[in-house]
């Protein structure tokens, strides 16, 4: 019994866990510029590196 | 990417003399740049080492790119947000931006400057966002930067960018998210109940499993649901229903008999099954709203365009910059080379070449002098020039334009879509059922009020329309993209429903189903092969068609391209010009049919007349769309004969010759008001109105940037085609759409029995709602394997 206690308590953990980083990367714009995403792959030096605001 | 060519086949195509700009690829003539802009852009890129861009980039012979400014042509300062901090963000515009060697371009050398918090293109909305701390000035050196590359640079009016971000579809995405937590989860747990109610499980453990679910799906259903009873709210206070209603009824009623359930320590509850349903339903509203993004981003470009400053020359010679709004008629602006003239008027001083694309679909530079008239939104390629205002802010042209488009769209969103029509009458047939089952189980079979209303809960959850929901838009959102990589791009997303149904096909005839052509007889041997040497040098559709019938011709070296006028070639014997009338400095009025004029030392002058010809595949577009049932006409503003003569070689038998804006839209709302569904087809600016007034509408990807954003359909290349291509797509959309419905309601009248007798249990529930689900997604995947062959 206390160990079904543990494991839904982690399984709820780990899946808001999941969903509030989904959120985050929601929120920061991640989603915002697909196309750009997949063109900036390709590029092969870090001269555009910078730590965004 | 047919039409792009890499940069390194282009090398391997040019002779080594290149004719092409080095920087913008444009023809140069002997010259490795077309301009001085495109030098000093070329300097700048070469002595930042950022030369790989050069080997990097897909260039598309068919786009011009912007030519190289330079200047302060915007107060920049105006549209810096600073926030507490000190931070100051400006967010601008970028034209000419190609592809992703572009955003690396301008990204590489924003890097280089010191202390700058952000400097990102954001590619899909061709965006720039500049952040940094400090002298609001500093944003004029970084604008002068990036136009330097040869971009060009419209600042955005923040608060107008905010009010105009999509909230709807990422309030649609976040509740997608929380609703698939609580599916995962809730279902895990459901299982292992599930699987205890055979194995002995004790109650005690059951009823502990029933309140984690509670716990976890109840918040969860509350923020999910929250689209769906919104919608069904506003629907219900307008006295309708849609197909939110039953949703709304379904999900809350479930959700309240669960917990009671679960207080009572029941057998079964329900939370899996809510929490699923509103997870497929939301997948649902996602591919919707996808499908109907493209027009409204379309719309807010046009805006966009719209809300520059312009300088304003004052009594005392000096220029004030303000709004377009703040003009008066009378006033005169000031507009220097690269500037988008922000009113209507007539120019007053200055002569240029313009670039009137936006509004008239011209995409060859006009040429304009004092007297000319020019209208808001056209792009000054020369000299500064200043025009007398006559409409400014929103009497202008332009905005005319954008009103007519929101008319359009206001229109459009009356048209009933097949999936409302079904919920029409699904919703008051669920809602009898339930209520039937309800009364039936407690006054007919006498059983205890609560039994009988998790019965009739149990049919409002198998009947919960999740596969409907799935139905249409999963169709949309396949024969979409198929449509799109076949370079046809649907900007609605009713249009599919709408093609579908069109009866009636109206062509515009110059433009659409003609294209220019040589007239044979025009010219000896030897001056055809010199004018069509120079024609080689450019893409002027004149030029082309002068070079297609003159069959091979070698391309002269060293042709200097006039934009808007001609081109030339200097020789040892003089110049030899091949243009316009004016620019081979003749005089006498223009013929009737386009020409060039060729002129060279010793020799007469020569002219090259040309007439419109079918494009060679109409006939065959034409037939094909009348094969599968569709009546074909022509509405032209040419007159009687040429009308008569093409419609007579397309086999068309009803036209209709010189023919206004306004009498194009009374043709179509007469064969409206005839029960007809109109399909237009168009491209120029006096199409506009009707591609807005007919039921569908289309344009190729050359016509007047206003037709495409009213048209429903784009499609690129010379080829009439992809009007057959996307009616025949529609037609079949159409069908898969409606077995997908047939599919769902199928599969309701064969669980409803079910449910009203007692036996669907939660487990069943959710195995029924899945494989319906599952069932309906693979069909629309077939509709696209269909499309492909």
Redesign the interface.
Same mark, same amino acid.
């Given at each position: 019994?206390n160990v #079904?206690v543990w494991l839904?308590l982690l399984? /709820?953990f780990l +899946? +808001?866990g &999941? #969903?509030a980083l989904? #959120?985050w990367t929601?929120r920061s714009g991640q989603?915002? !510029?697909? !196309? +750009?995403a &997949?063109? *900036?792959i #390709?590029?092969d !030096?870090s001269?555009?590196? *910078?730590d965004? /605001? | 990417m047919s039409a792009t060519l890499t940069e390194a086949q282009t090398a391997q195509r040019s002779p080594p003399a290149s004719v092409h700009c080095q920087h913008c690829g444009q023809p140069s003539g002997a010259e490795r740049f077309c301009c001085a802009g495109c030098a000093a852009a070329f300097e700048t890129i070469q002595g930042l080492g950022l030369g790989n861009y050069y080997r990097q980039r897909v260039l598309n012979p068919a786009n011009r790119p912007p030519r190289p400014e330079s200047g302060e042509r915007w107060d920049l300062a105006r549209y810096i947000d600073t926030d507490a901090d000190g931070v100051n963000t400006l967010i601008l515009a970028v034209e000419g931006l190609t592809c992703g060697a572009c955003v690396w371009l301008i990204e590489s050398v924003l890097a280089r400057e010191p202390d700058l918090l952000a400097g990102r293109v954001n590619m899909t909305t061709r965006r720039l966002r500049l952040a940094w701390k400090g002298d609001t000035a500093r944003a004029y050196r970084l604008a002068a930067q990036v136009e330097g590359l040869g971009y060009r640079l419209v600042p955005f009016d923040q608060s107008c960018l905010r009010a105009a971000e999509d909230q709807t579809g990422r309030a649609l995405i976040r509740a997608l998210a929380v609703a698939g937590f609580s599916a995962a989860n809730v279902m895990f747990l459901s299982l292992g109940t599930w699987v205890g109610l055979t194995q002995n499980m004790g109650p005690a453990t059951r009823d502990l499993m029933h309140w984690v679910s509670a716990l976890i799906a109840l918040p969860c259903i509350c923020y999910a649901s929250l689209p769906f009873i919104r919608s069904a709210l506003a629907a219900l206070s307008r006295g309708r229903t849609n197909m939110d209603v039953p949703i709304s009824v379904g999900v809350t009623l479930v959700s309240v008999m669960s917990l009671i359930e679960t207080m009572r320590g029941g057998l079964h509850t329900y939370f899996d099954s809510a929490s699923t349903l509103l997870f497929f339903l939301l997948i649902g509203r996602v591919l919707d709203h996808r499908a109907r993004g493209k027009a409204r981003e379309t719309a807010q470009e046009l805006l966009m365009l719209r809300a520059g400053d312009v300088s304003v020359l004052q009594a005392d010679g000096s220029t004030r910059r303000c709004r377009q709004e703040a003009v008066a008629p009378g006033d005169l602006v000031l507009t220097g080379m690269g500037e988008r003239i922000g009113v209507d008027g007539t120019v007053a001083r200055g002569e240029t070449s313009l670039d009137a694309s936006l509004v008239t679909g011209e995409s060859l530079p006009q040429p304009a002098a004092p007297g000319t008239l020019v209208f808001a939104g056209t792009l000054n390629l020369g000299d500064a020039i200043t025009v007398r205002a006559t409409a400014t802010g929103n009497t202008t042209l332009l905005a005319e334009c954008v009103r007519l488009i929101e008319a359009a769209e206001a229109a459009r969103g009356r048209f009933v879509v097949l999936a409302d029509r079904v919920a029409r009458a699904y919703t008051p047939a669920v809602h009898v059922a339930a209520l039937a089952t309800f009364l039936a189980w407690y006054l007919a079979l006498g059983r205890p009020a609560m039994d009988s209303l998790i019965t009739a809960a149990a049919v409002l959850i198998v009947t919960c329309p999740c596969a409907l929901a799935l139905a249409v838009p999963t169709v949309q959102v396949v024969v979409t993209s198929r449509l799109f990589r076949q370079g046809i791009l649907l900007k609605s997303g009713t249009a599919l429903e709408r093609l579908a149904n069109a009866t009636t096909v109206v062509f515009d005839k110059t433009g659409t189903l003609t294209e220019p052509v040589l007239l044979a007889d025009s010219s000896d041997a030897q001056a055809l092969a010199i004018a069509a040497g120079l024609a080689a040098n450019s893409r002027h559709p004149l030029c082309r068609a002068l070079l297609a019938g003159s069959g091979a011709a070698p391309q002269l070296p060293g042709v200097i391209e006039h934009p808007g006028l001609g081109l030339s070639l200097l020789r040892d014997g003089g110049e030899i010009r091949l243009g316009s009338r004016r620019f081979c400095g003749l005089t006498g009025s223009a013929a009737a049919g386009p020409e060039l004029w060729l002129v060279r030392p010793g020799a007469a002058p020569l002219c090259f007349a040309f007439q419109e010809r079918l494009r060679p595949d109409a006939a065959a577009t034409v037939r094909a769309v009348r094969a599968i049932g569709i009546d074909v006409l022509i509405a032209s503003g040419d007159a009687a004969p040429a009308v008569q003569q093409a419609a007579e070689s397309l086999g068309i038998a009803v036209w209709h010759a010189q023919q206004t804006p306004a009498s194009k839209v009374a043709l179509i709302e007469s064969l409206r008001a005839q029960g007809k569904r109109v399909f237009m087809v168009g491209d120029g600016l006096n199409d506009g109105p009707c591609l807005a007034a007919a039921d569908v509408s289309a344009s190729p990807s050359t016509a007047a940037d206003i037709s495409q954003t009213v048209a429903d359909v784009v499609f690129q290349g010379a080829s009439l085609r992809p009007v057959l291509t996307v009616l025949r797509a529609a037609r079949r959309a159409r069908a898969a759409m409606r077995q997908n419905i047939g599919l769902s309601i199928g599969y309701n009248l064969l669980v409803v029995p079910l449910a009203v007798a007692g036996y669907v249990t939660p487990w069943i529930a959710a195995i029924a709602m899945s494989s319906s689900s599952l069932l309906v997604l693979g069909n629309a995947f077939r509709a696209q394997g269909k499309l492909r062959s």
């Open positions: 019994m #079904l839904i399984s /709820v +899946g +808001g &999941a #969903l989904f #959120l929601l989603y915002d !510029d697909l !196309d +750009g &997949a063109n *900036r #390709l590029f !030096d001269a555009a590196k *910078r965004e /605001v | -």
